[in-house]
């Protein structure tokens, strides 16, 4: 029997290959990419995004295609910066969804904004006259 | 040539009136675009004898001037020039800025407060300095007082305009437009009237800061 005292136990994680673990997420991100892609194009379709735009966002999606299909391409990114845990790319998801969400929240409020603009001008215009004491009465 | 001033207004009752009867003997008409304001600026306009257009919400000096532009369209007028409600520029400065238009020689002309170097506070100044700067990182053209609010169109330029800022932005919007339609510029130095008041008005250092952001977040995302 040996003896345990005093000594350190260290979890054994099962015996899966490495590759096994990564695969999943790695097929979470590529689906979202390409639904990204495919919201973004057809985003552009709709004349919603400028060229620019689409260039730019297709660029930052294809780029994350990449660092997820070899993602030791980061591995010196993550070393200069000093991360390397497989948490940290839950984060880093999160980040991302949450970056997508707010510009397409940035876009849709702008959107309502100049639509409520296109209103008011609409109903300005219209009671030039009469209107405009109404409105005025209203603030008095 | 028939010119008709665009007046854009938010709570400019104290000034608007004088505003309105300073141009009444050098424009055809006036299009006073009153935002919303929760002071008397509709009615001191109207007495002064401009024609008032009243936003219920307040939506912005670009909106104003989308507005405003969009009433004088109506009427036959050939040149429409922006003025500011707040009494800093000086109506005199009208015939300048609409001389090269009436010659044709210009689409769009600018009144420029930064000639008259002495005349402008030197936190004015850097401020605009900024702004041309920004102008023109993000839409390519330099002009030399990109957040100028006097400015003449002519009609065709006029109904080429496309407004999309609602805010401040809406100054360097129009030099993007102008790039944009490949407008002839002409930049005219005025002499803009820097009172107390006038100074508590236009953008301070926070709003200037928020165009800034806007303006950037724009050209980045859209």
């Known amino acids: 029997m040996p003896d345990w005292r005093g000594k350190i136990f260290y979890p054994r ?17 590529l689906g979202f990419v390409a639904f990204a892609l495919w919201r973004t194009v057809g985003r552009f379709r709709a004349g919603e995004l400028k060229r620019s735009a689409l260039a730019l966002w297709s660029v930052f999606w294809v780029a994350l295609a990449v660092v997820t299909l070899l993602p030791h391409s980061t591995s010196w990114l993550a070393s200069v910066v000093g991360v390397g845990r497989g948490v940290d790319v839950v984060i880093y998801l999160a980040i991302i969804v949450l970056f997508y969400l707010v510009f397409r929240i940035f876009l849709r409020l702008e959107k309502i904004e100049h639509d409520i603009t296109l209103v008011v001008r609409e109903m300005g215009l219209r009671g030039v006259e009469e209107g405009a004491e109404g409105a005025e009465d209203m603030h008095v | 040539m028939k010119v008709t001033a665009v007046v854009p207004a938010y709570n400019e009752g104290r000034t608007v009136g004088s505003v309105v009867r300073s141009l009444l003997p050098l424009v055809q008409e006036i299009v006073v675009v009153d935002d919303g304001s929760a002071d008397r600026t509709a009615r001191e306009a109207r007495t002064a004898g401009a024609r008032v257009v009243s936003h219920m919400l307040n ?3 670009g909106a104003a001037i989308g507005t405003g532009v969009a009433a004088a369209l109506d009427d036959d007028t050939d040149i429409i020039v922006t003025f500011d409600a707040d009494g800093q520029h000086d109506a005199k400065d009208i015939e300048r800025i609409t001389a ?6 210009a689409d769009i002309v600018i009144g420029v407060r930064t000639l008259d170097r002495h005349l402008m506070p030197v936190s004015r100044r850097a401020a605009n300095w900024i702004g041309n700067a920004l102008t023109f990182v993000l839409f390519g053209k330099w002009v030399r007082d990109s957040q100028s609010g006097l400015r003449a169109f002519s009609r065709q330029a006029a109904e080429e305009l496309e407004i999309k800022c609602d805010r401040m932005e809406v100054s360097s919007e129009i030099v993007r437009e102008i790039r944009h339609h490949g407008w002839r510029l002409t930049e005219v130095p005025i002499r803009p009237v820097y009172t107390d008041y006038s100074m508590s008005k236009g953008q301070g250092f926070i709003v200037g800061l928020k165009t800034a952001g806007k303006l950037l977040l724009r050209r980045l995302m859209m």
Do not use: V
Request: no cysteine.
């Open chain 2, 59 to 61: 939506r912005g000096l």
């Open chain 1, 13 to 29: 994680y099962p015996r899966y290959p490495r590759s096994t673990y990564m695969l999943l997420i790695q097929i979470f991100i």
């Open chain 2, 100 to 105: 090269p238009i009436r010659e044709g020689a």
